[in-house]
C-alpha cells in the first residue's frame, strides 16, 4: 500500500526496506520531519505484541533486552555454583554457550570454576571452553583444577605435546620452569614469568585427581623442589610439599629422589611441619621408602609430633594419620597409645557432618588393633552359649564334638570358672566321659570357690568333698 509522499508501506503503515532509509534522510533543517513523520507511520505499533496487550495499558509490557549483552555471565554462574542454584546453573548455560566466543580468558576461566563448584559436567562447554582459551600463568592452576573437579580429562588441553597455539597446559609451566632454571629468564626482570612451586604442586594434584600420569612433568617437579630444598630456597613449603608427594604416591610415580630430599628436610625441620602435612607426606612415602632404621627414626619424630598436635587435626586429617600409622606400626609396638589418641580425637570429632574420609579403612585399621582385646572375651561368650543351648533343650552330636576341639585350641583364654562351667555343659550336651576328662586335665584347675556368673557345679563338688572330709576327721578326733 502507499504511505505518506508516495512510500510504500506494510499494513501497519510502516515503510518497507529502502524506502524506510530513504524517508529518514528527508529532514527540514531541524530534522523535525524525520521523527514526527515516522512516529505518525509506525509510531502506534512500535511496542511488540501491541496489537495483544491493547493501547490502554501499553506501559505493562517491558521489551526484555538479550541477558547476554547486558550481564556478566562468568560471574553470575560463579555467584549461583556458590548459592548450590543448579537450575539457575542451567538455565545461564544456555546464554554461556552463545556467549563463549566473546569472552577473555579470564572470564573463560571463571566460567569452568564456575562449574567446578557446582560439581556439574557439562562436557560440552568445557570442550569449547579448551578450545577458546588462551590461559596466562596465574589461569593454568584453576582451569586445570576446574577439570579436576568436574572429572573431565582433556587430553588434548593436557598432553605433554605443545600444539601451534601453545594450549598444553603443563607443557607452558614445565617450559618456563626450565628457561627460569637455565638463566633464559631472569625472575627479577619478568615477574610472574615462572610459576612458583606451589603452582606446580597444584598441577600435580590436578593430575592425580584425573589420573594422569605425565612423567616428564612429574620428574620436573621433582628435580625442582630436591634442587630447592638441597640449596635452601624459598618455595617448598610444607603444604606444597604434601601435595606434590600425595600427587606422586596416587599417580604411582615414585620419586625416590624427591621422597628422599623431603625425609631428609622434615628430619632437620620437623618443627616446621603441622600435623596434617606430616601425615600426608607419611601416607604417601610409607608404602615406598623402605624401612631402613634412619627412615624409621624419621617416621617416629613425625607420629611423634602427630601425637603432640592432634587437636589440630580436622576429621579427614584424622584418617590420613591413621593410614599413616598403619603403615608403619603393624602390631602396635612402633608407637604405643597412638592408636588410643587417635581414635580418642575420632571420638571428638564424630559430630563433624561437612568432612568425607575413608571410613572404611579408618574402621579396618581400628578393629585389626581391638581384635586382642576382644580375643578374652570370646571363651566367656562361648560358655553361655553352651549354658544357653542346655537350657533350650538343644542336641547335636555336631556341636558336642566341634566344640571340645575349639576350646582345647584356646586353652589360655579361658578362667577356671569360665572352663568349668564349658566343661558341665559340655558333659550335659552328650560329649563322652573320656572326653570330659582329657579337658578337665589339660584345662585350668576347678575353682576353689563357686561363680555366680557360671554353673560351677566342679565347684560346689570340691567344696562339698573337702567339707565332708573336715566332719570325718572330726567326728574321729
Keep these: 500500500m502507499a504511505g505518506l509522499d508516495g512510500v510504500s508501506t506494510t499494513s501497519s503503515g510502516r515503510p518497507i526496506g529502502k524506502e524506510r532509509a530513504a524517508l529518514s534522510k528527508k529532514a527540514d533543517g531541524n530534522g523535525t520531519f524525520c521523527c514526527v513523520s515516522l512516529w505518525c507511520i509506525w509510531g502506534r505499533y512500535y511496542y511488540r505484541f501491541h496489537k495483544l496487550i491493547g ?22 554462574a560463579k555467584y549461583y555454583a556458590e548459592l548450590k542454584c543448579i537450575d539457575e546453573m542451567e538455565h545461564v548455560s544456555r546464554f554461556l554457550r552463545k556467549m563463549l566466543p566473546k569472552y577473555t580468558s579470564h572470564q573463560l576461566v ?15 562447554m568445557m570442550e569449547e571452553v579448551a578450545r577458546l582459551v588462551e590461559p596466562q600463568l596465574s589461569e593454568i592452576t584453576p582451569l586445570e583444577m576446574a577439570y579436576a573437579s568436574t572429572e573431565v580429562c582433556h587430553y588434548t588441553l593436557l598432553g605433554p605435546v605443545p600444539e601451534s597455539q601453545g594450549r598444553r597446559l603443563q607443557f607452558e609451566a614445565q617450559v618456563r620452569v626450565q628457561q627460569a632454571s637455565e638463566g633464559q629468564v631472569r ?28 612423567y616428564s612433568f612429574l620428574e620436573m617437579a621433582s628435580f625442582q623442589a630436591a634442587a630447592l630444598l638441597r640449596e635452601g630456597r624459598a618455595g617448598p613449603t610444607p603444604p606444597a610439599l604434601a601435595l606434590l608427594c600425595g600427587a606422586c604416591a596416587r599417580l604411582k610415580v615414585h620419586e625416590v629422589q624427591l621422597f628422599e630430599a623431603v625425609l631428609a628436610h622434615v628430619a632437620e625441620h620437623w618443627y616446621d611441619y603441622p600435623a596434617s602435612c606430616l601425615a600426608d607426606i607419611g601416607l604417601a612415602l610409607a608404602p615406598v621408602m623402605p624401612t631402613s632404621e634412619p627412615v624409621m627414626d624419621v617416621y617416629r619424630r613425625m607420629l611423634s609430633q602427630i601425637r603432640q598436635d592432634r587437636d589440630t587435626l580436622s576429621l579427614r586429617q584424622v584418617g590420613t594419620a591413621v ?19 587417635l581414635a580418642r580425637r575420632l571420638m571428638d570429632l564424630r559430630d563433624e557432618t561437612k568432612e568425607c574420609y575413608d571410613v572404611a579403612r579408618v574402621a579396618e585399621i581400628f578393629s585389626r588393633r581391638c581384635i586382642p582385646l576382644r580375643r578374652g572375651e570370646e571363651a566367656v561368650i562361648l560358655a553361655e552359649l553352651c549354658s544357653d ?10 556341636v558336642a564334638h566341634a566344640l571340645p576341639k575349639w576350646a582345647e585350641k584356646r586353652l589360655r583364654e579361658f578362667s577356671p570358672h569360665d572352663w568349668d562351667s ?3 555343659s559340655m558333659s550335659r550336651l552328650g560329649t563322652s566321659a573320656e572326653k570330659l576328662t582329657q579337658l578337665r586335665d ?4 576347678p575353682p576353689t570357690e563357686p561363680a555366680t556368673f557360671s554353673g560351677g557345679q566342679a565347684a560346689r563338688a570340691a567344696l562339698a568333698a573337702r567339707s565332708t572330709q573336715a566332719e570325718r576327721e572330726a567326728i574321729a578326733s
Design 55 to 76: 493501547k490502554a495499558n501499553w506501559r505493562k509490557y517491558t521489551e526484555r533486552a538479550p541477558a547476554a549483552k547486558v550481564l556478566n555471565l562468568p560471574r553470575l
Design 110 to 124: 571463571l566460567v569452568a570454576h564456575a562449574f567446578a563448584i557446582a560439581k556439574l559436567q557439562d562436557k560440552h
Design 187 to 214: 625472575l627479577s626482570g619478568l615477574p610472574g614469568s615462572c610459576p612458583s612451586f606451589l603452582q606446580l604442586a597444584e598441577l600435580a594434584e590436578a593430575f592425580a585427581q584425573l589420573k594422569f600420569q605425565d
Design 323 to 341: 593410614r599413616f600409622m598403619a603403615e608403619v606400626d603393624h602390631k602396635g609396638e612402633f608407637m604405643p597409645g597412638l592408636a588410643q589418641v
Design 389 to 398: 543351648e542346655v537350657d533350650e533343650g538343644y542336641r547335636d552330636d555336631r
Design 422 to 424: 564349658f566343661l558341665t
Design 442 to 445: 589339660s584345662g585350668p584347675p
